[in-house]
């Protein structure tokens, strides 16, 4: 149903209902919770979780973590855990569910453990939405978590997944029409969450909590405001966090000064009773003057630092709901005489925290490219050991990982930790501080895929789409077709910034950074084409195997949290892990077509030239996966060694990725990707002499230029596996780095100078201009040549004489192009601004023009010419370029 709202007992039926739909549809599971138990979480929701097709991630309270590590096993593999570090709780209880089609999110008072989803008395209000209509109460809760960033301090990997969800949904709020059910939802980081009650004159006033101010503040200040004509508060003595005669003479004042009706009562569920059970909800529920009952539920305790302050400034992290109820949720009870109420005072959650900071303790921990980074809630006085232990140790073994220098926040440390090992510091004390799960982003950013779904790509590896066979291949470009995902226009939410001293997968705090949108067209991507395809597409490591089984110890992994009493307290424990990982990829062999029969190599190049056509009007993706098949076709020898073709398949592909506006991801790659290309083409083409190849391989490397600054070497590895160098053997990174060297070097004219020395004597003025001599021919269309050669590097210049007296110089500074030629003192300037042409045209153009005998006057981008073409601006252009005489070459003077 759209647009539905409830106040049930427990949120599992409804995440078995959105496994049942089988479409896989849901992108992100959010969980915000002050306490948590991951081994409820992985025993009774994680799969259903993960069988919708949501990544799964869980923000809980740094001062309350306390992970049993003998409970937990996929931490890291297949969700991530995340802390909230501030100077109060974090506490608030949402629960969010989202993709494109449709939504579930709830708020309530239970935290994510057995008590809070199972054995407690909790309140919880759940909507539910799709494309046909969504609660407005659901872009509170966007509003609410996109207002995290800047005021929670935690890691990068939760900020993003925050973001993401925030991203589905805006994406799904854009569509589907708002429905009022007359709920709002609040939260404390925006404002304090008593000004979002009604100030005035009502009815009645229920109010029941798990805890409550010592002196009763938090209560006086409420019924100062809303001014109840009767007030019923109810309590469960020995449970019930409260000192129920402070609070029973805010009651006393309130009814002398303005005659209303109060009553303290005793829980109907309360210890002893036949039904006793913990009522951890918290409830504030009124009627209006009208008759209207309405109520406020959700996390905050009827506490001042819940209740009347904002987060940030002195107040708790807290989500809260208000909207209509039709039947009251006050559970009632019998008077009760404060007296006979035990005291209870003085939890985490009732009073801010005061004094120094608490201890330092490790924040995340991220593995990545076999490094480990660790971050600390805050730097230390002194150097912090840090320890870790493999996923598949004992929970009491640990080994030494390093040290975390004082006054650092943030370490990176050369040691391979796979997923799912744990982390722990080591204080001044001896003490250990709670174990820290270590996450591999990439593993829990990889969402489950339904067989459905699958097509005959994902039976493949990347060898199989490079047989006789070319029916892969085509389904291939059908399936990049079909993705419709241009990265260009993928999602850009923003994320919170690493702070000073973090990374990428650091402490996030304040700033912002676009998401990267390669999360989303790599979902896609493995969804469709498989592992093994969609990690060579993207240059991305596939999920090991077998990482995610029962650890050894498992048999003596302990029972859960008993039921009862969730206290919104916890203590601490550490862990984190070692191991090794083998990067090897045995599909990575090195195949030879050139024995294949022509019929077959032919079919693979027309293939080749079909889809680059239809991938240069395509998205990045489209390109980025065709000119990696093209590279591989070409590697292998499906072209002569003389064809010209994949030069200019390659140099197309290339150019239209580099006029794409390309996100970082995908620019690495593409950047990745074109070093490889370069690379192939450059030891495929004798740059020393003209040629078709040489022109292409001058373009790509002139239009690639700006882009190879961002090529990784990972990816070139990762993208280098399957190809092979011109001499057939396997191409390596340190080819592609050698080419990139070249490329890169000092000497812009080094290709120039080398081509030239075939047919002319050539001597170097300096580093940015050439004199080039020979016995005959014309010098002007040999300078002008010489320029086209060179044209991608700007501000050079070029003289060229023979032997009958005859000179040019050319001066090339982007988008001027000035020619001065003559025989002795004699001289002929032309000045042209090439806004569209190019010096290699104009070469082109100037030597048509003299065999017709047409003159310079339709010559591109001309401004002056003849003898009266030596214009103030022409020889401005020379000045600029060193050029003080242009007859004269100062090698030869």
């Not at 199972?118 to 494309?131: A, I, K």
């Not at 005021?151 to 009022?180: C, E, F, K, Y």
């Not at 996450?439 to 097509?455: D, F, H, M, N, W």
């Not at 990067?583 to 294949?596: F, K, L, Q, R």
Request: hydrophobic share 40%; with cysteine; proline share 6%.
């Amino acid at each position: 149903m759209s647009g539905a709202v409830a106040q049930v007992a427990n949120l599992y039926p409804y995440l078995v209902a959105e496994e049942g739909h089988r479409d896989h549809q849901a992108e992100e599971a959010l969980f915000l919770t002050f306490n948590v138990d991951l081994g409820y979480l992985e025993v009774r929701l994680l799969g259903a979780l993960r069988a919708s097709g949501a990544r799964v991630t869980v923000l809980a309270d740094a001062g309350v973590w306390a992970p049993d590590v003998r409970a937990v096993n996929l931490a890291g593999l297949e969700y991530h855990v995340g802390l909230a570090d501030q100077a109060t709780a974090f506490h608030p209880k949402l629960t969010v569910l989202v993709g494109p089609q449709r939504v579930l999110a709830a708020v309530g008072s239970g935290n994510l453990t057995t008590g809070g989803w199972q054995y407690n008395r909790e309140l919880l209000t759940v909507f539910t939405g799709d494309r046909e209509g969504v609660p407005m109460a659901v872009r509170d809760i966007r509003n609410a978590l996109n207002a995290l960033e800047g005021t929670v301090r935690t890691d990068g990997v939760t900020a993003r997944a925050v973001q993401r969800t925030v991203a589905l949904l805006d994406d799904l709020l854009n569509v589907a029409p708002p429905i009022d059910t007359g709920h709002r939802v609040h939260a404390s980081w925006v404002a304090p969450l008593i000004d979002q009650l009604p100030a005035g004159d009502v009815a009645e006033l229920c109010l029941t909590a798990a805890f409550h101010d010592p002196d009763a503040s938090a209560v006086r200040r409420l019924i100062a405001r809303m001014r109840p004509r009767r007030v019923r508060v109810a309590v469960q003595p020995g449970w019930t966090h409260v000192d129920a005669a402070a609070l029973d003479s805010v009651l006393a004042d309130h009814a002398a000064t303005t005659g209303a009706t109060v009553e303290l009562l005793r829980d109907p569920e309360s210890i002893g009773t036949q039904h006793a059970r913990y009522r951890h909800g918290k409830l504030i529920e009124w009627v209006t003057l009208e008759g209207d009952r309405r109520a406020m539920t959700g996390s905050p305790n009827l506490t001042s630092v819940a209740f009347l302050r904002r987060a940030g400034l002195g107040g708790n992290f807290e989500l809260a709901v208000t909207g209509p109820v039709p039947d009251t949720l006050f559970p009632g009870g019998e008077p009760v005489d404060a007296l006979s109420v035990p005291v209870l005072v003085g939890e985490r959650d009732t009073t801010a925290t005061e004094g120094g900071p608490p201890n330092v303790q490790v924040l995340s921990a991220v593995t990545k490219d076999d490094t480990l980074t660790i971050h600390l809630n805050r730097p230390a006085d002194s150097d912090v050991p840090i320890e870790g232990a493999a996923r598949q140790d004992h929970p009491d073994v640990w080994s030494t990982v390093g040290l975390v220098p004082a006054g650092v926040r943030t370490a990176t440390f050369a040691v391979v930790s796979p997923p799912g090992s744990r982390v722990r510091a080591v204080m001044p004390d001896g003490n250990p501080t709670a174990a820290m799960f270590v996450t591999g982003e990439r593993k829990v950013l990889t969402r489950t895929i339904p067989t459905a779904q699958r097509s005959r790509l994902h039976r493949a590896n990347v060898n199989d789409l490079f047989g006789e066979d070319l029916g892969l291949l085509e389904l291939l470009q059908t399936e990049l077709a079909a993705f419709a995902l241009d990265a260009t226009t993928a999602h850009t939410p923003m994320v919170a910034r690493a702070t000073s001293g973090g990374s990428d997968d650091g402490e996030s705090h304040h700033g912002a950074e676009p998401i990267q949108p390669w999360l989303w067209l790599q979902d896609r991507a493995t969804e469709r084409l498989g592992s093994d395809i969609a990690s060579w597409l993207l240059a991305v490591p596939k999920a090991g195997p077998g990482d995610s089984g029962a650890v050894p110890w498992a048999d003596i992994i302990t029972d859960e949290q008993a039921a009862g009493l969730d206290s919104d307290e916890a203590a601490a424990d550490v862990d984190e892990t070692l191991t090794a990982i083998d990067h090897t990829d045995a599909n990575a062999e090195v195949i030879d077509h050139s024995g294949d029969p022509e019929r077959t190599r032919r079919a693979r190049r027309r293939a080749c030239v079909k889809w680059a056509a239809n991938a240069v009007l395509d998205s990045p993706f489209r390109q980025l996966g065709t000119l990696g098949v093209t590279l591989r076709f070409w590697s292998t020898g499906n072209w002569d060694v003389d064809d010209p073709e994949p030069f200019t398949l390659v140099r197309n592909l290339l150019a239209a990725l580099v006029t794409a506006d390309l996100p970082a991801e995908i620019a690495q790659r593409a950047a990745s990707l074109a070093a490889i290309g370069l690379t192939m083409m450059r030891q495929r083409t004798d740059v020393t002499i003209s040629s078709e190849p040489t022109l292409r391989f001058q373009e790509a490397r002139r239009d690639t230029r700006d882009l190879l600054r961002l090529a990784d070497p990972n990816m070139i590895e990762a993208y280098a596996a399957y190809l092979r160098t011109e001499d057939g053997r396997p191409l390596t990174v340190e080819d592609v780095s050698e080419t990139l060297e070249e490329l890169a070097g000092d000497d812009p004219l080094a290709e120039l100078e080398a081509a030239m020395r075939n047919d002319f004597t050539v001597h170097r003025p300096s580093s940015s201009s050439m004199h080039i001599h020979k016995a005959a021919g014309n010098p002007e269309l040999s300078a002008l040549e010489a320029i086209g050669f060179a044209q991608e590097h700007n501000g050079i210049v070029v003289w060229a004489t023979n032997d009958k007296g005859r000179w040019a110089c050319v001066g090339w500074n982007n988008p001027d192009l000035v020619t001065v030629s003559g025989v002795g003192p004699t001289a002929r300037w032309r000045h042209q601004r090439l806004t569209s042409s190019r010096p290699a045209a104009v070469a082109v153009a100037v030597a048509n023009a003299l065999l017709s005998g047409d003159g310079p006057a339709h010559l591109p981008g001309l401004v002056s010419a003849g003898r009266a073409g030596q214009t103030p601006q022409a020889r401005d252009v020379l000045v600029g370029l060193g050029v003080e005489e242009a007859g004269r070459p100062p090698c030869c003077s």
